[in-house]
């Protein structure tokens, strides 16, 4: 089977808009390849050398593939991607001066090769992501993995807004927290919440295609019994009455993950606060350094108290706590 090919040159900073638009266009798959960078700091502890640039991506841009099936008509999405890269200042983005391109390719020659570069990596102290089809043993007892096999339209669980979260949870869990990941993607997160210490977790996807995913990957590490993926959002979950969890992870709940859009983020910032016990923790990532006052706005307006703000490369996280009340 052959699938069309088309490809964006964009700066980094528009990763999270271009990767947006290009699975709201039916992309049946997305990669990211960043600049090389001779600066940056590199994870070695699996014995990698980094003794010549991996690309020649022109410094702060990025190149996106997307696939669509052969039957797709491309010359009217290449013109809307255009049109919609061309829009993103509205929203305080810029993807500079972007080039799309289009072609095919056969699947043979795509649908595995991305899985060469991605490595167990440790994103916390205590937890690593490994993808399925790599070998790896845990270097102690208090290492935790995550198994992870992300398919081709979800990321490998090591993008900065993906890390921020999990160290996010990392110090937020205790033990025997409940907690509802919004926008569950591969699931990542909820295995990530459960390994930690969580009791239950709802993962929520408007995606079916993630929910499958996320499905897979949670069954992969065994937590099909206390973590549920539904298709539906956080509003659904608060105002359906037939659409509540069937886990018993049901508002209020200890602790709110999610890793999406800065846009998106505003939009259910209430519901959050609904949904969580007083003393509650909101954690949400996903947001480039220029959104981040805006979002900060968001959650103080809302009666969120900012606990702490995490940062990687130029993404930041905020871990949001709602107070906990009088006499409490």
């Known amino acids: 089977m052959r699938w069309h090919e088309l490809t964006v040159l964009a700066t980094e900073s528009s990763q999270e808009m271009v990767t947006h638009y290009l699975t709201e266009l039916g992309a049946g798959g997305v990669s990211v390849e960043e600049a090389w960078d001779a600066d940056a700091p590199r994870d070695t502890k699996y014995g990698e050398v980094y003794d010549t640039p991996l690309n020649d991506i022109r410094p702060g841009y990025a190149v996106f593939k997307a696939y669509f099936s052969e039957d797709t008509k491309m010359e009217p999405i290449a013109a809307e991607l255009k049109t919609l890269l061309q829009g993103l200042p509205e929203f305080g983005y810029d993807a500079g ?31 690593t992501i490994k993808p399925t089809w790599e070998e790896y043993e845990p270097a102690n007892d208090q290492e935790l993995i995550i198994e992870l096999d992300p398919g081709m339209a979800f990321g490998t669980g090591t993008h900065p807004t993906t890390s921020l979260c999990l160290k996010a949870l990392d110090n937020a869990i205790q033990g ?37 995913c996320a499905e897979e990957n949670i069954a992969l590490n065994g937590y099909q ?23 018993g992870v049901n508002p209020p709940v200890d602790i709110v993950v999610a890793n999406i859009l800065a846009e998106i983020i505003l939009l259910f910032i209430g519901d959050v606060m609904e ?16 959104k981040e006052m805006i979002v900060e706005a ?17 993404w930041v996280a905020f871990v949001a706590g709602k107070p906990k009340g009088d006499g409490e």
């Open 97 to 127: 001066e972007f080039t799309i391109a289009l072609g095919d390719v056969h699947e043979d020659d795509w649908a595995d090769a991305w899985k060469q570069y991605f490595k167990p990596i440790a994103i916390t102290e205590r937890l």
């Open 176 to 212: 025997g927290e409940q907690v509802i990941d919004v926008g569950t993607g591969s699931g990542v997160l909820a295995i990530g919440a459960m390994k930690l210490g969580a009791s239950k977790v709802l993962a929520l996807d408007l995606d079916p295609v993630a929910v499958k």
């Open 298 to 314: 968001g959650l103080l307006a809302a009666g969120f108290e900012i606990v702490d703000v995490l940062r990687q490369e130029e």
């Open 275 to 290: 949904v969580l016990k007083p003393g509650g923790i909101y954690i949400t990532s996903g947001i480039y350094k220029n």
């Open 225 to 247: 019994e206390e973590v549920e993926v539904k298709l539906s959002d956080l509003l659904g979950i608060l105002h359906e009455g037939d659409n509540r969890s069937e886990n």
